[in-house]
């Protein structure tokens, strides 16, 4: 435990006020975050608070990257005319199949005295529980009120206690209350501080990707999680339960920008073995690799740039050349040294991601793995540039590399080309879809480069330098931070982690220890003074 | 005053009171077929756009002549059928003030906005469609509908202002069934009588916004402007349920088709080919059947990653690296792509011409505002950003002519499709692009 007197000062000051019922309606109170659910984040509290079960079926707005992730989008995007109409219909979607006959035994706690007629105290059972749930938080007396005059009025007008709960249930299915996480900050000293509920929430999204369950509610009720110790308990009990991983997958999924997959496509007929399940293939494989290196093996995080072990199924392994013998749907695989393959930087998600649909770009790879591995974004190019020099094949240029370093000679472009290719380059030997080769239009690839003052050559030699380089790091614990925050990771500086860094790097680079770290940050349930607040990052 | 239109109809037309369906139609069409004449009610003038990445290549498709006597060049070529319902913009600019120029992004913002955007990906106003559909959607079902054809959600350029643009249908299916699946009533049907289920469901609105005051407490003012934004759409879907409960006010000449199956939509131009009818006819006839009155269609993102199968380079990657051959004077790959977008613009206008109207056609009750995000993509040059309008407005738009490039900035255009679609404003735009002069001699 990191700062126990911070914490135990913190609940001193304001004790009094979670002590009572509801810190977050106090008036003093600061709505601090405003977040949209993505769609794993709906999908997984759905089926956590209803069950599997119930189908979720709909569209779910897009979310765009800000500093690299689309968490931070999150607190920018808003709902739009389009995205309610389908929340709408999805939440009367869900609460037709939670009050049915299939499930309403199992869902609904209570019998009503006659099912044809309005039960106040049934239906205010109902709409209580699920609305604390779906609220993560329990409803105000005038939101509950609201709601059960709807489902009284519904059930007397239908002859259904049943349909009177639906409709009931449907308000809180398209509030925003529930479709955006509201995170709310109470006054403690010259700052405000997360009220126990939205650390609940903050907390169980990060580590669980989903609603908080009944022992986190529970720990906001009593406002134990609001001092150190009851903090530190609930961080361990999520930390060892096996949803860390889904978690952690949703992270990894939005650091590594897996979601590029759905608007990426290859030229089948220049790369037939590019099949339609492809692309799921490689972002599983990314996933379950990266999964298994951080949490099951509790490894050390900078081996993803490095290890030679991988998962493989029937659709890689015809990309990665490797006979597949066997019977299950995926197996674990680890290449041979002189394949040249290095962690995750030559699996077939990142090297077809960011490429062309019918040819590699090492401009592409080098500003992707820049930005994600380093967060050191490269700015974009000038308007007016001649690029033909580099698509010119027919040219006494035959490879990428010479092409492109032709390209560079001119000053303006170099400044950034410097910083991006040499990445990019080192991954020449791997094609827009992630198979090996040596050489291009006849000539043999070179895959040496040069970086920041260090040179190494290919996958392998990137992924050394990237092992060793201490950007990565620190990288790493910026991202997670942000991403718990909502923060656009440009705005997080290192000093910010320092703490959740050193410990990450003490650690010997150990995931857990990481997002125990970030948690425990000063000033991760911290907010700057309310008459700050106005200046944040906002939708026009 | 509000009237209820089928008493409306039931009082005009003696005799066919009880079924309101087709040939039912005609007798409030005056004798040139032009309008609803009986009940004063004309056909709806219908607002798209349709977006597509990249430009064109100056040199062939820039008409040389002026005015209504040009000959169509070779890039507008597939556009030839339309070319009397057609008017093209050579030679408007996007000025760009302090602004920079955000790569492939400042031509679409100001194309769209007549504001040059001050932050890449972000508009700085409300789109054109929107500002339109402000003045022309109610009564219709869907304010606005948008639809991507190579399957992307975020390949809309319609937006209510900031990074948040409203997502475009990525399938025929999905088009379809947010068109045409529950909740669609087919008003040509003789039985047509509101759903009760939806005023049932108008009580669950009326209960979400009321918790808008205790929404909004204590939120910083970017957040209050995003909660807002969702009662805003909270709202919307209220007048939606609004107009499920009436009669569409057209009953229209069009048979609703049986669902489109599941296929392959993305960048590749093939499939592009299959989709692009496909999304322009649900578009059609939503229009036709007054689920919308706004429909907007995009083929890409701004830098276009369309690609034909074989080109190793795509559309996007060729405009920046294809050599100008120096015979020709231009970049003969990046040429072709560009009529492929034009072909598939006119697959668009096809579909909305093939829907008999009036006294023509869904077109001819339309505007559709055709815009892009740079004129000569290799550098990124916004001077001479193409722009084109088809349709008729219902009379109120002059067509089939070349507005030859005077340097004008492209807001003008915008203003006059303002104009054109019935708005009362007097200009439109922001510091330089700020304009009063719409193109006076298309307006009728």
């Not at chain 1, 209803?50 to 500093?67: H, L, N, S, T, Y």
């Not at chain 1, 496509?265 to 790369?271: F, G, H, M, N, R």
């Not at chain 1, 990481?514 to 106005?534: H, N, R, W």
Request: charged fraction near 20%.
């Amino acid at each position: 435990m990191r700062k126990p007197c911070v914490f135990l000062l913190l609940f001193v000051l304001a004790s009094s006020v979670w002590g009572s019922a509801a810190a977050w309606a106090a008036s003093d109170s600061q709505v601090v975050g405003l977040r949209r659910l993505t769609e794993q984040e709906y999908r997984n509290s759905i089926a956590d608070i209803f069950g599997k079960d119930i189908a979720v079926q709909g569209m779910f707005e897009p979310g765009i990257r800000v500093g690299g992730l689309i968490a931070a989008s999150t607190a920018v995007l808003s709902i739009t005319p389009a995205g309610f109409e389908s929340f709408s219909k999805m939440a009367d979607g869900i609460a037709i199949q939670v009050v049915n006959e299939k499930n309403r035994a199992r869902l609904v706690s209570c019998q009503p005295k006659s099912a044809a007629a309005p039960d106040e105290i049934c239906a205010k059972e109902f709409l209580s529980h699920y609305g604390l749930l779906l609220f993560r938080r329990p409803l105000t007396g005038d939101e509950l009120k609201a709601r059960l005059d709807l489902a009284q009025s519904m059930a007397r007008k239908t002859g259904d206690f049943y349909a009177g709960l639906r409709y009931g249930l449907a308000t809180l299915l398209q509030s925003p209350e529930f479709l955006f996480r509201k995170e709310i900050a109470i006054p403690a000293g010259k700052d405000y501080t997360l009220e126990p509920y939205s650390r609940a929430a903050r907390l169980s999204y990060l580590m669980w990707d989903t609603t908080p369950d009944a022992e986190l509610l529970g720990s906001a009720k009593s406002g134990e999680i609001n001092t150190a110790a009851g903090l530190e308990k609930q961080v361990d009990r999520l930390m060892s339960s096996p949803r860390l991983e889904t978690g952690m997958r949703a992270f990894f999924s939005d650091m590594l920008e897996l979601d590029t997959f759905n608007n990426v496509s290859k030229d089948t007929l220049l790369y037939p073995k590019w099949a339609g399940a492809m692309a799921a293939s490689a972002r599983e494989e990314t996933l379950r690799s990266t999964i298994d290196l951080a949490l099951h093996r509790n490894g050390d995080m900078r081996e993803l740039m490095t290890t030679r072990k991988t998962f493989i199924n029937r659709n890689l392994a015809a990309i990665y050349g490797v006979p597949f013998t066997f019977d299950g749907e995926w197996v674990a695989h680890e290449f041979a040294p002189e394949e040249g393959r290095s962690g995750i930087l030559t699996q077939v998600s990142l090297l077809s991601m960011f490429s062309h649909p019918g040819r590699s770009s090492p401009t592409k790879r080098g500003v992707a793995l820049m930005e994600i591995f380093l967060c050191e974004p490269t700015p974009t190019p000038p308007n007016n540039v001649d690029f033909s020099v580099v698509n010119d094949t027919s040219g006494p240029l035959k490879t990428v590399r010479e092409r492109l370093l032709a390209h560079a000679t001119n000053a303006t472009c170099a400044s950034c080309h410097t910083h991006s290719d040499p990445i990019g380059l080192t991954l020449e030997g791997f094609d827009t879809i992630g198979g090996h080769r040596t050489t291009e239009n006849g000539q043999l690839i070179d895959v040496a480069a040069k970086l920041q003052g260090k040179s190494f050559s290919g996958a392998d030699g990137l992924g050394r330098y990237l092992h060793d380089n201490p950007k990565y790091p620190t990288c790493l614990a910026r991202k997670l931070y942000s991403y718990a925050k909502g923060a656009d990771s440009e705005e997080v500086d290192a000093a910010t982690v320092k703490t959740a860094t050193q410990a990450f790097n003490e650690s010997g680079y150990r995931l857990r220890t990481l997002i125990k770290g970030v948690v425990e940050s000063p000033g991760f349930f911290q907010a700057p003074p309310a008459t700050a607040s106005g200046t944040k990052l906002a939708a026009q | 005053m509000k009237l209820d239109r089928r008493f409306l109809l039931r009082g005009t037309c003696q005799g066919a009171a009880a079924v309101v369906a087709l040939p039912f139609l005609d007798c409030f069409l005056d004798n040139k077929g032009r309008a609803l004449a009986a009940t004063g009610q004309r056909i709806p003038t219908r607002f798209n756009t349709f977006f597509y990445g990249l430009g064109l290549t100056k040199q062939l498709w820039v008409p040389k002549a002026a005015g209504p006597d040009y000959e169509m060049t070779g890039q507008i070529k597939p556009l030839e059928p339309y070319k009397k319902k057609l008017n093209v913009f050579s030679g408007l600019r996007v000025l760009i003030d302090d602004n920079p120029n955000f790569q492939h992004w400042s031509g679409v913002g100001a194309s769209a906005t007549g504001i040059s955007p001050t932050k890449a990906s972000e508009f700085d106003s409300k789109t054109i469609d929107q500002q339109i559909a402000d003045v022309i959607a109610r009564g219709a079902r869907f304010k606005s509908v948008a639809a991507s054809c190579a399957g992307d959600p975020k390949q809309s350029y319609s937006s209510l202002g900031g990074a948040n643009t409203l997502p475009a249908e990525v399938s025929p299916l999905a088009l379809y069934t947010r068109l045409f699946g529950p909740g669609f009533q087919d008003p040509s049907k003789g039985d047509w009588k509101p759903d009760p289920q939806v005023m049932l469901q108008q009580s669950v609105l009326s209960v979400v916004s009321e918790d808008r005051k205790r929404a909004m407490q204590n939120l910083a003012p970017g957040d209050k402007a995003r909660m807002d934004q969702y009662f805003t759409s909270v709202r919307e879907a209220e007048l939606q349920m609004q107009a499920e409960l009436q009669r569409p006010e057209i009953v229209a000449k069009v048979s609703i088709p049986a669902a489109p199956e599941e296929m392959v939509v993305n960048n590749a131009l093939p499939n592009m080919r299959k989709v692009t009818p496909l999304m322009s006819r649900l578009g059609a006839l939503a229009l036709a059947t007054d689920q919308t009155r706004i429909f907007n269609l995009s083929v890409s993102e701004p830098g276009s990653q369309i690609f034909l199968p074989g080109d190793p380079l795509g559309y996007h990657q060729s405009t920046h690296e294809e050599p100008i051959d120096p015979i020709l004077g231009y970049q003969p790959r990046v040429a072709q792509y560009n009529v492929y977008s034009m072909e598939l613009f006119a697959m668009f206008l096809k579909e909305l011409d093939a829907i008999p109207e009036g006294d023509g056609t869904l077109l001819d009750h339309s505007l559709v505002y055709a815009f892009t995000d740079v004129s000569f993509a290799k550098i990124h040059a916004l001077d001479g950003i193409p722009i084109m309008i088809a349709g008729g407005a219902s009379g109120r738009m002059k067509t089939g002519h070349h507005i030859a490039g005077d340097g004008s900035p492209v807001s003008r255009a915008g203003l006059t499709v303002q104009k054109a679609m019935g708005l009362s404003v007097d200009g439109w735009g922001k510091g330089s692009m700020e304009t009063k002069s719409p193109f006076t001699e298309l307006l009728a």
